[in-house]
């Protein structure tokens, strides 16, 4: 597997632990985070 599809992997499975009903509200915080630092291309695996 590629980096990138990897990293999307990652990152897809991230943002739907952050949907989920059962996620604390400070781990959506964590998550939203991590999204940030990667689509400001600052974030690093």
Known sequence: MKHN????TWLRSLRDEAVDPACSIARMIDVMAILARYSFGRGTV
């Open 5 to 8: 599809e990897h990293v999307m």
